[in-house]
């Protein structure tokens, strides 16, 4: 009887635990977001200063993953890291610009499993930030929220960006707080090599309900 018993409760121990390691993959796989660890390099053509290269872009974050077939995920925060190499910040100081702010925007590009392409604009904020003394690079990050569109086929999606859409508006200012002779300006960043993978991560689109 005895040895019955501990039979019994050793199958009973294991059913257990076999139910937690079921429970926990699971809870892992309904909130399995894909982080977000990606730097492209960029080249673009500054006022006064000219085309800069490498201007190095860091993307950071969580894909929410999975989103439900049909209806657009949820607003995740992403964050971009932006590197400009010493001249910017050299630029920055000719013209008397004590801080620079402004906004990054460019197009996510989502693949899902049938090859069906869906792109959304995404605006990020720079906040203000100081302008380096000369020979230091030019860095600020900017932020903001993204949302993964509506996707019509379930399955793994590809998320990734559209490197030819990438660009920084910029808003100099001296210590006053007040405009520059440049005033705001747009700098178009062109992907340097060209080559680069735009992928940011893979999500997985499931069946409603």
Excluded: C, W
Excluded at 87 to 100: F, K, R, S, Y
Excluded at 108 to 122: E, H, I, Q
Excluded at 177 to 197: C, I, K, M, R
């Amino acid at each position: 009887m005895l040895g019955r018993a501990t039979t019994l409760a050793r199958r009973g121990t294991a059913v257990v635990a076999i139910g937690l390691v079921a429970g926990l993959l699971g809870a892992g796989i309904a909130s399995a977001d894909t982080p977000v660890d990606k730097t492209f390099t960029f080249k673009g053509d500054f006022p006064v200063i000219g085309t800069l290269t490498p201007i190095k872009a860091h993307f950071a974050g969580n894909l929410p993953s999975p989103v439900t077939v049909g209806k657009t995920s949820k607003l995740f925060p992403i964050s971009v890291d932006i590197d400009a190499p010493p001249d910017a910040g050299t630029g920055m100081n000719l013209i008397g610009a004590a801080t620079v702010e402004g906004t990054a925007t460019f197009v996510a590009v989502l693949t899902d499993s049938a090859g069906k392409k869906y792109t959304s604009k995404v605006q990020l904020t720079i906040p203000k930030s100081p302008t380096p003394p000369d020979g230091q690079d030019l860095k600020f990050t900017a932020t903001g929220l993204a949302i993964i569109p509506v996707i019509t086929n379930t399955g793994s999606a590809v998320v990734g960006i559209d490197l030819t859409s990438a660009s920084t508006t910029l808003d100099p200012k001296d210590a006053k707080g007040e405009d520059t002779a440049l005033g705001t300006f747009t700098v178009p960043l062109t992907p340097d090599p060209a080559n680069q993978d735009p992928t940011l991560g893979t999500i997985q689109i499931v069946p409603a309900g």
